[in-house]
T-cell receptor, first 111, second 111 residues
């Protein structure tokens, strides 16, 4: 069974204090690893898809990287509007289309 | 707005009642997914449609749950004889080329 573990569960950052979120995964042949942002009471918002080890994607203050066992989401010089829960999900390469999600990293950026 | 839409956004019902949710995917997305999310957890996969065909069902989807996607357009998720444990956010997503885009969700509260 596909498993995704995210750490830390919660993180409080001062504005401008860069940090990284970790997503460790076990999957039978990775088709893709996805990062989403979720604000309270809303649906997840797509951020990135990574397909192979060594791949990196960037968007504004966010950068996602992928190895064979884990992914990192780096937040550079965060602002209060970056406060959200960041969800990691994997899609297996066994023909199934489902996403298996972790519990999320809850990030609070303090002004 | 051409995103995924879901109705209603909130539903409060009494235990034992039936409820139905609707999802309108992004036009031309032939794949549609239902997930369930409880507080502090990531979304859990329920079921998946490609066009009008229901191709995957999670074991989480008990006999009380049924989903349809007539004509491959909108989809409905019905829960019969609701239980308090059904209280959750029900999320719909549609996809093309592997990226799943989520709607705002329907928050179900079973009293």
């Amino acid at each position: 069974e596909d498993q995704v573990t995210q750490s830390p569960e919660a993180l409080r950052l001062q504005e401008g204090e860069s940090s990284s979120l970790n997503c460790s995964y076990t999957v039978s042949g990775l088709r893709g690893l996805f990062w989403y942002r979720q604000d309270p009471g809303k649906g997840p918002e797509f951020l990135f898809t990574l397909y192979s080890a060594g791949e990196e994607k960037e968007k504004e203050r966010l950068k996602a990287t992928l190895t064979k066992k884990e992914s990192f989401l780096h937040i550079t010089a965060p602002k209060p509007e970056d406060s959200a829960t960041y969800l990691c999900a994997v899609q297996a390469g066994d023909g199934n289309n489902r996403l298996a999600f972790g519990k999320g990293n809850q990030v609070v950026v303090i002004p | 707005d051409t995103g995924v839409s879901q109705n209603p956004r909130h539903k409060i019902t009494k235990r034992g009642q039936n409820v139905t949710f609707r999802c309108d995917p992004i036009s031309e997305h032939n794949r549609l997914y239902w997930y369930r999310q409880t507080l502090g957890q990531g979304p859990e996969f329920l079921t998946y449609f490609q066009n009008e065909a229901q191709l995957e069902k999670s074991r989480l989807l008990s006999d009380r749950f049924s989903a349809e996607r007539p004509k491959g357009s909108f989809s409905t998720l019905e829960i019969q004889r609701t239980e308090q444990g059904d209280s959750a956010m029900y999320l719909c997503a549609s996809s093309v080329r592997g990226r799943q885009f989520f709607g705002p969700g329907t928050r179900l509260t079973v009293l």
